[in-house]
């Protein structure tokens, strides 16, 4: 199953994100605020990121960027009202894959979020092998004797700086 990491202060909107994510069969982990989403970050692994802006605290922007200078490069989404050309420009500019003016058509979202997952996991095939030990680089995956082993962000690193 795959994991989404949802950055969203509004409870009404996040509810219904989490509800129309799991029913497409996704995993999602919900911060209301940018530590949080931080410290889910380095705890745990997740194929794509749903970042608000405006949120208590740390913003979307600089919870991005922290990110990125961790080398943690899963894709990002900003989903935002902001819709200036400034704030379209700091998100791709802090790292962000795609960036998606609220309200939004949330199929249009799913497509979206499919697109990058698909992109992202046909894009990375470094693989290095140890013994018994898979290792892909680039999605921060072990494998031992083929059997997934979970990491957090904080493991998959250490792994990756070992392999």
């Given at each position: 199953?795959?994991?989404?990491?949802?950055?969203?202060?509004?409870?009404?909107?996040?509810?219904?994100?989490?509800?129309?994510?799991?029913?497409?069969?996704?995993?999602?982990?919900?911060?209301?605020?940018?530590?949080?989403?931080?410290?889910?970050?380095?705890?745990?692994?997740?194929?794509?990121?749903?970042?608000?802006?405006?949120?208590?605290?740390?913003?979307?922007?600089?919870?991005?960027?922290?990110?990125?200078?961790?080398?943690?490069?899963?894709?990002?989404?900003?989903?935002?009202?902001?819709?200036?050309?400034?704030?379209?420009?700091?998100?791709?500019?802090?790292?962000?894959?795609?960036?998606?003016?609220?309200?939004?058509?949330?199929?249009?979202?799913?497509?979206?979020?499919?697109?990058l997952i698909r992109k992202n996991y046909n894009?990375?095939?470094?693989?290095?092998?140890?013994?018994?030990?898979?290792?892909?680089?680039?999605?921060?995956?072990?494998?031992?004797?083929?059997?997934?082993?979970?990491?957090?962000?904080?493991?998959?690193?250490?792994?990756?700086?070992?392999?």
């Amino acid at each position: 199953m795959l994991k989404i990491l949802l950055l969203e202060d509004d409870l009404t909107l996040a509810e219904t994100l989490i509800e129309l994510l799991k029913d497409e069969g996704y995993e999602l982990k919900w911060a209301r605020d940018g530590e949080s989403a931080l410290e889910l970050s380095f705890n745990m692994s997740f194929d794509l990121m749903l970042l608000d802006v405006n949120v208590p605290g740390i913003d979307g922007f600089a919870t991005l960027k922290s990110l990125r200078d961790a080398a943690i490069s899963c894709p990002a989404i900003f989903i935002s009202s902001l819709d200036d050309i400034s704030s379209l420009a700091k998100g791709f500019e802090v790292g962000a894959n795609d960036y998606v003016k609220k309200p939004f058509d949330f199929d249009e979202l799913l497509i979206r979020i499919q697109a990058l997952i698909r992109k992202n996991y046909n894009s990375h095939t470094d693989i290095i092998k140890l013994n018994e030990f898979s290792f892909y680089i680039n999605k921060g995956e072990l494998y031992k004797d083929k059997v997934y082993i979970s990491l957090t962000g904080y493991e998959q690193r250490l792994v990756k700086l070992f392999f």
